[in-house]
């Protein structure tokens, strides 16, 4: 994921951006990914698993809240400040409740971490106790740890994110998709298992009475027959039409899928907007000049 | 710092106090420690560091924030639904500006991460630009990293925390000192450095005119001659008194001097009461009948 110094100069041009977002009025509730990050760590936790014992899954998405959060909580009030505006902005840890009882965790799908050759995942699989799944790849047989993801079904800190709103800070949380907790006996404890991020932030979104849901992503707009020769951007659309060509296939699961998938379930249970586009299309989007628009 | 489970195990004893002080009508904020959390960490990032970037000390302490605020803040609600409480518990990530000019910054001495040889000691200074301090022992030399540990001045979420308070929630924030920055040109920029966790408290103590500032740790009340045959515990005292013995060295730098220097400092700043006693006596301190109570 590149050194701390690279990661603060993405990152100054995606805040100088949402500065621009707060400037026109809105309120923000910022969530992020933590993939390069949590399989970083991962992955340092792993090669100094002899001196130091490796800390769970649901630990290491905590960690990367704490760094990814702290690194836009900073960048971002740097960003309002050289616009002139004195906005407080806040990262609040927060856990998201899953079913125990999903049935991703019989399926475990998602790769996380190092990978490993035939050996070496024997090995994983034998002292650690992970899921092992081959992947693809030329040559030799890779392998990789794969770990549930099951549906996001309740943020726990959703009142401090709605109170902290209401009160005119800008707050980041849900990052990596929360931090995976289930309630049992009425206590909480969390699992060895990564939520997805766009419906995690769909879930925070419908729990805070988000206005809109805005993914900011690579592309401007999401593509129909993407890489084909009889592509097509999408602009404003219904979520019934979006729903249909979810349906035929048209996103790939691990990219623009979950995002629409995000979108139309916002839209459906809220009657609110969802769009997804770029970084830099960010303004215009908000204006109704680019990127997907999906309404009710 | 062993597994994650002992960690939660441990928590588990102190949350089940805090939630009595909750249960007894006091609002609380929280704050910790990172010690064994930010070495093992570094450790884990210089093991590492030929596959992936070692992160700043600014950056791993933000990590350490997740960490730990996530394990309190889901022990600590536990303990609460258990005795009935339906009290929110939230983390917020704490920045904390310390003062470029701080003498600190050129005599770095306090120390982080792995133990090297002479060898090690000298690339590490080359390649990493540590600051490299050699340190007790007896047989072969052995050096250490060594951080500038500057004077807290500002925390930066502070009005975030008050609210917060304000509204009912148990806060979590300033772990470990807060992540230090410095602000120049109207910016925040992470620094290399630890701020001591205590001094840290103090301040935000001030800053959320908290009625009290209580420190948990190993032991039932202060000492003066500790360790020795005219060793006595300290119960009320005043400030004026406190400091005398803090002047005549009664207090160790690296475990009891800080809280006691931190304690005096608020009491002299808001005339309120300041307690040092162990997790045990938590309850007993608060109604005046156990653990060191420093008034002004």
């Known amino acids: 994921m590149g050194t701390a110094e690279e990661q603060f100069r993405n990152l100054q041009i995606?805040?100088?951006?949402?500065?621009?977002?707060?400037?026109?009025?809105?309120?923000?509730?910022?969530?992020?990914g933590n993939g390069p990050q949590v399989g970083d760590l991962s992955l340092q936790q792993e090669l100094a698993k002899?001196?130091?014992?490796?800390?769970?899954?649901?630990?290491?998405?905590?960690?990367?809240?704490?760094?990814?959060?702290?690194?836009?909580?900073?960048?971002?009030?740097?960003?309002?400040?050289?616009?002139g505006i004195e906005a407080p902005?806040?990262?609040?840890?927060?856990?998201?409740?899953?079913?125990?009882?999903?049935?991703?965790?019989?399926?475990?799908?998602?790769?996380?971490?190092?990978?490993?050759?035939?050996?070496?995942?024997?090995?994983?699989?034998?002292?650690?106790?992970?899921?092992?799944?081959e992947v693809g790849g030329l040559g030799?047989?890779?392998?990789?740890?794969?770990?549930?993801?099951?549906?996001?079904k309740r943020v726990v800190e959703r009142d401090a994110v709605r109170k902290l709103l209401e009160l005119g800070f800008i707050v980041i949380s849900a990052g990596g998709g929360g931090i995976p907790v289930i309630a049992e006996d009425g206590r909480l404890r969390g699992v060895e298992?990564?939520?997805d991020k766009d419906l995690a932030s769909e879930i925070l979104a419908e729990s805070i009475n988000a206005d809109a849901?805005?993914?900011?992503?690579?592309?401007?707009?999401?593509?129909?027959?993407?890489?084909k020769a009889n592509e097509m951007k999408i602009g404003r659309i219904s979520a019934y039409e979006m729903e249909r060509y979810y349906e035929e296939g048209h996103f790939p699961p691990g990219?623009?899928?979950?995002?629409?998938?995000?979108?139309?379930?916002?839209?459906?249970?809220?009657g609110n907007k969802a769009i997804i586009t770029s970084?830099?299309?960010?303004?215009?989007?908000?204006?109704?000049?680019?990127?997907?628009?999906?309404?009710g």
Do not use: W
Request: glycine share 8%; charged share 25%; aromatic share 8%.
């Open 193 to 195: 298992a990564v939520i």
């Open 140 to 152: 030799a047989k890779r392998f990789r740890r794969v770990v549930p993801s099951p549906e996001p």
């Open 255 to 270: 990219s623009m899928g979950p995002k629409v998938l995000a979108a139309i379930r916002f839209v459906r249970r809220t």
């Open 279 to 295: 970084f830099e299309k960010t303004i215009d989007a908000l204006e109704g000049k680019a990127g997907t628009i999906i309404c």
């Open 14 to 32: 995606v805040c100088e951006q949402l500065a621009e977002v707060v400037k026109m009025g809105y309120g923000l509730a910022i969530t992020h």
């Open 89 to 133: 902005v806040v990262t609040v840890l927060t856990q998201v409740v899953v079913d125990p009882n999903d049935p991703a965790f019989r399926d475990p799908t998602k790769p996380i971490g190092p990978f490993y050759d035939e050996e070496e995942a024997k090995r994983a699989s034998e002292e650690r106790g992970f899921f092992i799944k």
């Open 213 to 227: 849901l805005m993914f900011l992503t690579d592309v401007d707009a999401v593509r129909l027959n993407y890489g």
């Open 50 to 83: 002899n001196i130091v014992p490796p800390q769970p899954l649901d630990v290491l998405g905590a960690m990367t809240q704490g760094q990814i959060g702290y690194m836009i909580q900073q960048s971002l009030g740097n960003s309002l400040r050289k616009i």
